[in-house]
């Protein structure tokens, strides 16, 4: 899946010019926590984050009269408190690729660009919707999660069973095992009991380490 089919646009930007002020209201009104900065030709130069404005922002134990806080965070600009050198995608990025940078990066979202110009963001908002639709969260089921030998042909093997059982597979993740040799497949079932689908995929792995009945909220 890439970047594009799964980014926020069309995006709101602001200018180096944007007061704090208005960054932050901007950002409550439209209830984001990052916003790409261009200049006038709309070229990404920075970006500006909740938590930055927050920092920046005067202590509630300030002597300062709430007028004149205003009048202060009005003179700021967001210029002298944007991130410059920005970590950015394009629209044809891996969505597994972003979601990596993010981890490493230990930050919140990508700025997608084409050339210059920003043509969409990516967050981990956007990536925990991926997540939840990959794991089958918005389906009722039989949710069981299993340790299998990392090796050609288990998955297939457990597909059938569960094909055969009569069962069908709504979701079905891979992850890491407790072991080089291992790994650990999570999925989701209908269309079979429990009884009948841990009988059917029992002989297919070396051990079941939850199951349970899922249902929509």
């Known amino acids: 899946m890439l970047v594009g089919r799964r980014m926020t646009h069309p995006v709101i930007t602001i200018n180096p010019e944007t007061s704090m002020e208005e960054a932050l209201n901007l950002m409550q009104r439209e209830h984001i926590r990052r916003i790409p900065v261009v200049n006038k030709h709309g070229a990404l130069v920075g970006i500006i984050t909740e938590m930055q404005l927050l920092k920046a922002s005067p202590s509630d134990a300030t002597t300062l009269s709430k007028f004149e806080m205003s009048d202060l965070m009005n003179k700021v600009k967001i210029e002298s408190l944007m991130t410059k050198n920005v970590i950015t995608v394009n629209e044809d990025t891996l969505i597994e690729e972003a979601a990596r940078i993010m981890v490493d990066k230990k930050i919140g979202g990508l700025p997608v ?11 981990e908002t956007d990536l925990f919707k991926v997540f939840m639709e990959a794991m089958g969260a918005r389906k009722p089921g039989i949710q069981v999660s299993t340790v299998v030998s990392d090796e050609p042909g288990k998955i297939a093997e457990l597909s059938k069973a569960i094909f055969d059982a009569g069962g069908n597979i709504v979701s079905l993740g891979t992850f890491m095992g407790p072991d080089s040799e291992s790994a650990e497949v999570t999925l989701k079932v209908d269309g079979v009991s429990e009884v009948m689908l841990l009988k059917a995929i029992e002989p297919f792995v070396e051990r079941v380490l939850e199951m349970r009945q899922t249902h929509l909220v």
């Open 113 to 123: 660009v084409q050339g210059e110009k920003v043509v969409g963001i990516i967050t």
